[in-house]
Structures are given as structure tokens and as C-alpha cells.
């Protein structure tokens, strides 16, 4: 019922059983029981279409609140929503990089204290901490195998340690799927039914699915893995195990590691020394001005990045047949005004389904914090949204009912 209520913007108990099915008499309870909790207020009353004006109802924004973290080696983004899903404020501080964990997960309980207490809000209010992280994930403890710049987290109980030292119920999920959720919060994906967030993180690749609002996770929560599609059965070994993987091939580890061979273009974009693991974030952005400038070496190597990167798309969308598929995480928060035309006009040129319907692609509006956001909107749906699909029509509901039509 609350997220119909948050999907809709405001509604009225009318449009709410027209919307979930239920009763009148139960939709009442509810909604008084919400109204109690604070969660749920009226808002004054509709423009009466003849018979009697209708109360409508929305959240209370400022009710709970609910905090987002992207762990990652080069840098660690918190961010506070409201109930909304709206950033009420938001710091980044340095990454997990060499560290111990222990020592990294005492000092994000700190910082997590500041941002609450920065914005001035009751810490009372907040529900908890939604953490992210490059994946795989394991179903109950935190990452189990890890991508190699994460080496030492191998089976740290991440979400356990900082439950501890916050004194916050945590919940543990995949950068890429926060970031799908994060783009459905913040109102991005719209209508659509079948939706991916292609993410390119700090180091890998990763996708977000949502079916029908939904977020599809798989077994064990991590379905999407377009970086480890097979681009080239002769290619690259990857760390995963496999060979010529996309995120092999065109990751920005990879992108980084062949600019840095390249003496010339090193110098020009002052990149670091072949094996520093902890820079290739800030080297790929540091090519992605470089490419922006002018330098030709650099806009050929992200450009046929960005061709991997279009094909193991269209991989995805042929599989899913997708309406939507969105561009984001922190290197393309850089990068993706090069990569954007070339997984557009890929999927323009080559979706198995184009003649039935057109497939959108965007770039995110806010790529560098979508799986932050991603992660806080994980704790507002864990804790408030029990997920029973057939309910959830966000988009549908919208165009049925604005706000002065009921
Ligand atoms: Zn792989």
C-alpha cells in the first residue's frame, strides 16, 4: 500500500482500491494505521468530479529517513534519503583502498553518525544502512569471491561488522542492482516493464534488472552479469575464472591497464605505474578528460570499450527484451557522453526486437550516486515495501490518477 502511495505521488483511498484490489474496509485500516505511524498524511482534498471530494493521501517525506553506502576501493559515497527517496544529504569520504576491514568498517560507523547528524536528523528515524559493493555477493555474510582490487574482504561479514559498530540493522546487496533501484525510485524508468541499469563501477561491470517493478536478483543475487558475457572465445583471461569476458575486454581496469602501456598517452594523462590496482578509477577518469581534450589514443580506446560494452547490451536486451536500458555507475558518471551514442546506435541498428518496439537508452542522471541512493531506497523497500509482485504498477498508476483527477 505505501508504495502505491509513494509510485502515485498522491492518491486517494478510492484510487487505492482501484489500484491493489482490496477492499474498502481494509484500505481504510491500513491507511489509518499508516496515518498512526506517521508514515501516511492527507494532503487537503481533490477537485470533486461531482459527488463528494475525495481526501488524498501522500507520505510523509520526513517521517523516516535511510542511509545509502557504495563501498568501494577508491571511494566510499554516503547518502540520507527521506521516505521518498529523496538525497537529503550526501558526503563522499576515502575508499576502503589497502586497509583492514575492521578498521574501515569502525571508521564508516563514524561517518554514517556525521551524515545523520550533519543533516540534523533524529537518528531515531532513520531505519537503517542499505551497503553496496562491487559483487559476487553470498547469500548471508558479504562478499565471497571478490574482484581483485577487494581481495581482502573475501568473507568478511561486512553487513554483521557494520551492524555492530553503527548500531543500524544493514542490508547487503549488488552495486548494480542498488543502482536499478535507485533509477525506479527516482522516477527514471517511468512506465516501462522491462528495465536494465547497465553499470560500469569503479573497477567492473555489472546490470540491474527489474521486471514489472520488480527487482529481479536470481538465485543468489547475482543475475546481469553482462561483464562476464563471452565477447571472444580467445581472449583474455578474466578474474572470474572464464576467458574474453566483456568486462575483460572493456572494463575500465582493462581500458586503464592498455593506456598505461602506451608511454606516450600515460604521460600526456598523467596515469599511474602499471600495477596500481587502488588508481584505475581515477586514471579512467583522468583518460576520459583526455579523450574530452582532444587526445585521439584515448577517445579509440573508450570508444571500442563502449563497442563491448553496446554488444554485451544487446546480449541483454535480446535475452530480456527490454524496453529501457539505462547507462550509469561512477565511470560513466564520466565517460558516458562517449559511450552513450555507441550502445544507443548499436541497439538502434541490431535489437532482435526493433520492429516490434523501439528500445530507449539513457544515460542516468545521477550515475556517480545511483548506487548509494540504489542502496538507501533497498533499506525504504526492505523495511516498509514486503515485495509482492502483481501489486506494484508504479508507471500505470501515475497516468490513472494525477492529482486533481479523482
Ligand atoms: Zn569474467
Known amino acids: 500500500m505505501l508504495d502505491v502511495i509513494r509510485a502515485a505521488g498522491t492518491i486517494s483511498r478510492v484510487g487505492l482500491i482501484q489500484a491493489t484490489g482490496f477492499t474498502g474496509a481494509t484500505i481504510s485500516t491500513v491507511v489509518r494505521r499508516l496515518i498512526d505511524d506517521g508514515l501516511v498524511m492527507e494532503i487537503g482534498r481533490a477537485e470533486s468530479t461531482g459527488g463528494k471530494p475525495r481526501v488524498l493521501l501522500r507520505l510523509n517525506h520526513t517521517s523516516r529517513y535511510a542511509v545509502g553506502v557504495q563501498l568501494d576501493h577508491a571511494g566510499i559515497t554516503y547518502v540520507l534519503t527521506d521516505l521518498a527517496g529523496s538525497v537529503v544529504s550526501r558526503i563522499a569520504r576515502a575508499g576502503a583502498g589497502t586497509a583492514e576491514p575492521p578498521a574501515v568498517v569502525a571508521r564508516m560507523a563514524r561517518e554514517v553518525r556525521s551524515l545523520i547528524d550533519g543533516a540534523g536528523v533524529d537518528p531515531d528515524r532513520v531505519l537503517g544502512i542499505g551497503l553496496v559493493s562491487p559483487g559476487p555477493l553470498t547469500p548471508a555474510s558479504g562478499m565471497g569471491?571478490?574482484?581483485?582490487?577487494?581481495?581482502?574482504?573475501?568473507?568478511?561479514?561486512?553487513?554483521?561488522?557494520?551492524?555492530?559498530?553503527?548500531?543500524?540493522?544493514?542490508?547487503?546487496?549488488?552495486?548494480?542492482?542498488?543502482?536499478?533501484?535507485?533509477?525506479?525510485?527516482?522516477?527514471?524508468?517511468?512506465?516501462?516493464r522491462t528495465f536494465a541499469a547497465v553499470y560500469m563501477g569503479g573497477?567492473?561491470?555489472?546490470?540491474?534488472?527489474?521486471?514489472?517493478?520488480?527487482?529481479y536478483r536470481g538465485a543468489s543475487g547475482n543475475a546481469g552479469e553482462i561483464g562476464h558475457i563471452c565477447l571472444d572465445v580467445a581472449g583474455p583471461v578474466c578474474w572470474c575464472g572464464a576467458r574474453g569476458c566483456t568486462e575483460a575486454l572493456a572494463g575500465p581496469a582493462a581500458v586503464v591497464a592498455e593506456a598505461r602501456a602506451d608511454g606516450r598517452l600515460a604521460r600526456a594523462a598523467g596515469l599511474?605505474?602499471?600495477?596500481?590496482?587502488?588508481?584505475?578509477?581515477?586514471?579512467?577518469?583522468?583518460?576520459?578528460?583526455?579523450?574530452?581534450?582532444?587526445?585521439?589514443?584515448?577517445?579509440?580506446?573508450?570508444?571500442?570499450?563502449?563497442?563491448?560494452?553496446?554488444?554485451?547490451?544487446?546480449?541483454?536486451?535480446n535475452i530480456m527484451d527490454l524496453e529501457l536500458l539505462v547507462l550509469t555507475g561512477p565511470s560513466l558518471a564520466s565517460a558516458g557522453s562517449i559511450y552513450l551514442p555507441v550502445v544507443r546506435d548499436e541497439l538502434d541498428r541490431s535489437f532482435f526486437a526493433r520492429a516490434t518496439h523501439p528500445i530507449d537508452v539513457q544515460l542516468s542522471t545521477s550515475a556517480a550516486a545511483a548506487p548509494a541512493i540504489g542502496a538507501a531506497t533497498l533499506v525504504l523497500q526492505t523495511e516498509l515495501v514486503p515485495l509482492r509482485e502483481g501489486l506494484r504498477l508504479p508507471g500505470r498508476l501515475g497516468s490513472r490518477e494525477p492529482a486533481s483527477a479523482n
Do not use: C
Not at 579512467?284 to 563497442?307: I, K, N, Q, V, Y
Open 145 to 192: 569471491l571478490t574482484p581483485p582490487v577487494m581481495r581482502h574482504w573475501e568473507d568478511f561479514p561486512l553487513d554483521q561488522a557494520l551492524s555492530e559498530a553503527a548500531r543500524l540493522p544493514v542490508v547487503l546487496d549488488n552495486d548494480a542492482t542498488a543502482a536499478a533501484l535507485g533509477e525506479h525510485w527516482s522516477g527514471v524508468v517511468g512506465t516501462s
Open 203 to 215: 573497477t567492473g561491470i555489472g546490470t540491474g534488472l527489474m521486471i514489472d517493478g520488480v527487482v
Open 272 to 317: 599511474a605505474k602499471a600495477d596500481d590496482q587502488q588508481r584505475i578509477a581515477a586514471d579512467f577518469a583522468a583518460l576520459t578528460r583526455a579523450a574530452r581534450r582532444g587526445d585521439s589514443t584515448a577517445r579509440g580506446l573508450l570508444e571500442r570499450s563502449a563497442r563491448y560494452l553496446a554488444v554485451a547490451s544487446r546480449t541483454l536486451a
